[in-house]
């Protein structure tokens, strides 16, 4: 938690802990809010807070990469068939846009929080104007629909910086627990992106009685999860994050509230960390309610932090380039070049399970199932913050991913069957005779993955951590690099043989579902690491400006990424060779993205040492 006297300090707590723990009574330190207040006795375990911003950011991201599934689809879709009938040119260069500029204006949207309005106002006012957006967009008008990704930029620029600095606002500097929050943050945002395409997705291509539901309901799907995540903090936030988050005028009136640990004293310089607002320094006197303290100015180890930022930012920008490809070329690929029929028993199961009661399992054993998996995560919650010892990371990844994932999704099955919905808007009438999925499901392959996997890397790291043996966080930078390279070796093979007729054939799911893996692999290098680095590197008082650069590396690499898309048949049209072996084709356009991340990481790799010393041991 900040210092409860400046809105600049985003970053740390009013106040050295209380103590340490002590093991005859557990008891934790005294970790203050904004507001000045305690925010919540913690054990070993996690705050209550970042549960509620692991809910409230998982329908977010439900919302973008709902849609973010279809927009591509959407934009290329005959007229015929509800889409504008564009180009893939002229497609992927709007597409490129929007999901660059969903990252440019954070950086506008942190300096606010930042300076005028706090996180949490910031999130609520971003989180209502991208709900806006997306109903905006069910319209489906040509005027509407520049509105509605107008209206999600703008919002997002206000929402996404404020929500990581929000997690890192509930512990103490230095805490421990810091890296295992982000982790778990970081699976609350792909558990709604493997949730979003599953149901947008379904709802685009799902036929009742002949009638498409179609792009409207889609669209329209995307922003209840953003009212349904508003809805959820709203509710939670005064029980749960008390004063994190509001403007500084608002915190001003608290108790007990200190100053920060970049602020000295007006007169004499003094530091004045830890001091109680309104006190006198105790070098000169001079009280601090009289004069206001000045911050002082960045020292040597925060300018290294920042030139670190700036460095990795420019690194980033390969990784993402290629990997958001996966909504746009290779969504493309999905849509035109995949085999995505179901075979004639999952369709039979599927179609039993959704229209009758009893097959395979009736509704009200479902609805059991998914409240004792909620019940057994909320039993270990409340275990692990009783006890002195951190639960090993792959223990307590289990009751998180299979109670808190597993039982809201059964939960929210059972609902969706019990009303009729289930059945009504995912099967069709004609499913038996067409069963086909959506390409979008393709796009849950990742977040899905990272369920999966985040827990097991979690593991790695802190078993390597402790024989001395952990990468660096360059060293771990470099590995995702290569292994995103590695995973377009698959892209390429499926690309040579889709090319092998004289039209294209539809080529096996299994080839994007390793591309998909096997990127998520170098994600879970790279992108947890990241924001935890931002936040550590950082300087307390531009930690969310920091935030919003590392967010314009995404949004020169998601421009760059809808570029390189647009010219995917120019490239394609082209013929190189390469170890003996001819590329042409998607095959040769798929290798663009397999080199290029693999000699970056190399690149990453031979700096790592300097960088690591940059970084002085606080990453």
């Known amino acids: 938690m900040p210092d409860p006297a400046s809105s600049e300090t985003p970053r740390t707590p009013a106040g050295p802990a209380a103590g340490p723990t002590r093991d005859a009574d557990f008891e934790a330190p005294a970790i203050k809010t904004l507001g000045g207040g305690p925010l919540e006795p913690v054990r070993q375990g996690h705050p209550g807070g970042l549960y509620l911003l692991f809910v409230t950011e998982m329908w977010e991201r439900f919302s973008f990469y709902g849609m973010r599934a279809f927009l591509m689809l959407f934009m290329t879709a005959a ?8 180009d893939e040119q002229k497609a992927a260069s709007l597409y490129g846009w929007y999901t660059a500029l969903v990252y440019l204006t954070p950086i506008i949207g942190g300096y606010m929080a930042d300076k005028l309005l706090g996180t949490h106002y910031s999130m609520v006012l971003g989180g209502a104007i991208i709900a806006a957006g997306h109903f905006t967009l069910a319209l489906e008008t040509i005027p509407s629909f520049y509105v509605g990704l107008l209206l999600i930029v703008v919002g997002t620029g206000f929402f996404k910086p404020c929500v990581s600095v929000m997690v890192s606002q509930l512990y103490p500097a230095k805490d421990k627990r810091r890296d295992a929050a982000f982790t778990i943050f970081y699976m609350g945002i792909n558990l709604g992106a493997f949730l979003g395409p599953i149901v947008c997705g379904g709802l685009r291509i799902g036929r009742k009685q002949g009638e498409v539901f ?325 300087p307390v008082r531009f930690v969310s400006l920091l935030m919003g650069v590392w967010f314009l590396a995404n949004f020169a690499a998601n421009k760059i990424a809808g570029t390189l898309a647009g010219y995917n048949d120019a490239i394609a049209a082209k013929q190189l060779s390469l170890g003996g072996i001819d590329l042409t084709g998607q095959s040769l356009f798929y290798a663009l993205f397999t080199v290029v991340p693999i000699v970056a990481g190399i690149v990453v790799l031979l700096l790592a040492p300097a960088l690591s010393r940059l970084m002085h041991g606080r990453a």
């Open 79 to 86: 007229v015929v068939n509800g889409g504008l009938g564009w």
């Open 214 to 538: 179609g792009w409207s309901w889609a669209f329209a799907a995307a922003g209840v999860g953003m009212v349904l995540g508003l809805l959820a903090y709203m509710i939670g936030r005064p029980f749960l994050l008390k004063g994190i988050g509001l403007p500084e005028h608002k915190r001003s009136e608290a108790p007990g509230q200190t100053l920060s640990e970049d602020v000295v004293c007006a007169t004499c310089g003094q530091p004045l960390a830890g001091r109680p607002a309104g006190s006198e320094c105790p070098k000169c006197g001079t009280s601090t309610a009289a004069a206001p303290p000045r911050r002082r100015p960045l020292n040597r180890e925060e300018k290294h932090g920042i030139a670190v930022i700036f460095i990795m930012a420019f690194f980033v920008i390969f990784f993402w380039t290629a990997f958001e490809q996966a909504g746009s070329s290779m969504n493309l690929f999905a849509e035109n070049r995949t085999d995505r029929s179901l075979s004639s028993g999952t369709a039979h199961l599927l179609h039993d399970w959704a229209t009758q009661d009893g097959a395979p399992a009736p509704t009200w054993l479902i609805a059991l199932g998914g409240m004792v998996l909620l019940g057994a995560w909320m039993f270990c919650e409340r275990s692990w913050r009783r006890t002195p010892r951190v639960p090993h990371p792959l223990l307590a990844a289990v009751p998180r991913i299979v109670g808190l994932a597993g039982g809201g999704t059964l939960l929210t099955l059972a609902i969706l069957k019990a009303t009729g919905f289930l059945k009504e808007a995912f099967i069709p009438d004609n499913f038996l005779q067409e069963a086909e999925y959506p390409a979008e499901w393709f796009q849950s392959v990742n977040p899905f993955c990272i369920l999966v996997f985040a827990p097991i890397f979690a593991a790695a790291w802190l078993r390597l951590g402790r024989a001395g043996r952990e990468p660096s966080t360059p060293v771990k930078f470099a590995l995702g690099l290569i292994l995103l390279g590695l995973g377009f070796l698959f892209m390429v093979f499926a690309g040579r043989a889709s090319d092998a007729g004289a039209s294209p054939v539809l080529v096996s799911g299994w080839y994007l579902t390793a591309a998909y893996s096997i990127h998520t692999l170098g994600e879970l290098c790279l992108s947890p690491v990241g924001l935890s680095m931002v936040n550590k590197l950082a």
